[in-house]
C-alpha cells in the first residue's frame, strides 16, 4: 500500500514560520521525486517546491522563492517544507505527491490529502 500523509500544519502570525511535514509508508522516498503543492478555496492548484531522486536537485515556485525550502530525510521516509516569512496568501492546503521515474514538474502519481495553513494576524 501507498500513503502519504503531511502533517505540521496550522495558524501562524504573518512573518511567522512553520514547518509542515510528508511521511510515507508503503515505499521508500528516496526512490522518487517529491513534490509540495498547495490550493486555496477558488484558486488553481499551484507547485510550490520539488525535489528529485538522485541528487536531490530542488526546484520553487515563484512566489516562494527565498522563503520556503524543501528538505528530504531518507532515513525518515520523510520529506519537509520548512516555511519562512509567512505571509497571508499562503493560506492554502499543502499537500504532497511522488512522481514514480523522479522527475520534477511532470505528472504526479500519489498524494496525500493535505494539511491546512494559515497565516492571518
Known amino acids: 500500500q501507498v500513503h502519504l500523509v503531511e502533517s505540521g500544519g496550522g495558524l501562524v502570525q504573518p512573518g511567522g514560520s512553520l514547518r509542515v511535514s510528508c511521511a510515507a509508508s508503503?515505499?521508500?522516498?528516496?526512490?522518487?521525486?517529491i513534490g509540495w503543492f498547495r490550493q486555496a478555496p477558488g484558486k488553481e492548484r499551484e507547485e510550490v517546491s520539488c525535489?528529485?531522486?538522485?541528487?536531490?536537485?530542488?526546484t520553487y515556485g515563484d512566489s516562494v522563492k527565498g522563503r520556503f525550502t524543501i528538505s528530504r530525510d531518507n532515513a525518515k521516509n520523510t520529506v519537509y517544507l520548512i516555511m519562512n516569512n509567512l505571509k497571508p496568501e499562503d493560506t492554502a492546503v499543502y499537500y504532497c505527491?511522488?512522481?514514480?521515474?523522479?522527475?520534477?514538474?511532470?505528472?504526479?502519481?500519489?498524494w496525500g490529502r493535505g494539511t491546512q495553513v494559515t497565516v492571518s494576524a
Open positions: 505527491a511522488i512522481n514514480i521515474p523522479g522527475i520534477c514538474g511532470n505528472e504526479y502519481d500519489y
Open positions: 508503503g515505499f521508500g522516498l528516496g526512490d522518487y521525486a
Open positions: 525535489v528529485t531522486k538522485g541528487d536531490g536537485t530542488t
